[in-house]
């Protein structure tokens, strides 16, 4: 949001991974003002700055939020965008104007749309993410909290991918476009808890509470004009990542 801090930074770049965002629904409802400000002004900033210093490359991270409500699965690129979030709302804004500007100058803007990303370096405020919510909660010896019945599914996808995949995004020549960035599978909360709990060693009970406003009931996205477009394929399964994630966040904390 600093504009002489963007432009310093981009000075002489020949791509940008545009990163940077206030993330998650429930964030979104408590600051929508400040939800907007970041991730609306400030994708605007970083475009703004990539007009003006003639970088030809755009990535932008956006976010499965934009779909809202899901209906039907998978999910592909093409299903309704009704984004029922302040949130999603402010990604797919901020998608519309990389698109714009790919549209107006000569600038290539490729918008990576993630479902729920996970894996090591991830820590967590009281907004999110569940995976490390989780695993934190079992490691102290705390039950943790499943929001709804934990039928509830989700497409959890490795860091480790989502890097691929901006690397391969920014690889590619003559794409501007927005793309699913998942594994392409899902897993309900309950099997994702259970499977928190085989790997670390802990059993500890969970506790239900009612569904919160803003989750989806079901996510699944189909990769494949992603995997046709950049290449793109997932190569790490949940089990092996949140293997490496609880042997990371053990480390954490027990230099608590």
């Given at each position: ?47 703004e ?48 104007l ?15 749309r ?16 569940v ?6 909660k ?59 709990k ?17 989750d ?33 966040a ?7």
């Amino acid at each position: 949001r600093d504009e002489g801090a963007v432009s310093r930074a981009i000075k002489g770049a020949v791509a940008v991974i545009h990163l940077a965002a206030s993330v998650g629904n429930k964030r979104s409802i408590d600051n929508p003002i400040l939800d907007s400000e970041i991730n609306v002004i400030g994708t605007l900033r970083i475009l703004e700055a990539c007009r003006k210093a003639s970088v030809p490359k755009v990535v932008y991270s956006s976010s499965a939020g934009v779909f809202g409500e899901l209906k039907q699965l998978p999910i592909a690129e093409d299903h309704p965008i009704d984004p029922n979030t302040p949130y999603g709302a402010s990604k797919l804004a901020g998608e519309k104007l990389c698109l714009a500007y790919a549209h107006l100058y000569n600038i290539e803007a490729i918008c990576l749309r993630y479902f729920n990303v996970y894996g090591p370096n991830q820590r967590f405020d009281e907004y999110g993410n569940v995976i490390p919510i989780f695993t934190f909660k079992l490691l102290r010896g705390e039950s943790p909290t499943v929001f709804g019945d934990g039928e509830q599914t989700r497409d959890f996808v490795n860091v480790h991918d989502v890097a691929k995949a901006n690397l391969k995004a920014l690889k590619a020549v003559g794409i501007s476009g927005a793309f699913n960035i998942a594994s392409g599978t899902s897993i309900t909360i309950n099997r994702l808890v259970n499977l928190l709990k085989e790997i670390s060693g802990l059993n500890l009970p969970i506790n239900y509470s009612p569904p919160r406003s803003g989750d989806v009931k079901d996510s699944l996205a189909d990769i494949s004009a992603v995997n046709k477009a950049l290449g793109y394929e997932p190569s790490m399964t949940i089990e092996n990542g949140l293997t490496e994630y609880i042997a990371w966040a053990k480390k954490e904390v027990s230099s608590e």
